[in-house]
């Protein structure tokens, strides 16, 4: 039974594992938290705001392509994007 509503501070909290939020999470059923739409959508907007941002002059987006190493990273003009 729904006992509990995540709102987004609650879930970033818990996927960085905050130690007494997990504690408390530990102590209920799964089937006793949830999250709402509007969470999702909060989380989503955090993620990709920064590549929704505009770079300009000598600004440019560090990307990795596939079958890159750690490190390895190539940067990608703004007006490649």
Known sequence: MLQFLFD??????????HPPLMQRFALHPADSVAICPINVEETMRGRLGPLGRVLT???????CPPGCRGGDVSPVSHRAI
């Open 57 to 63: 002059g000598s600004k440019h987006v560090q990307v």
């Open 8 to 17: 987004t501070d609650h879930l970033t909290l818990y996927q960085h594992k």
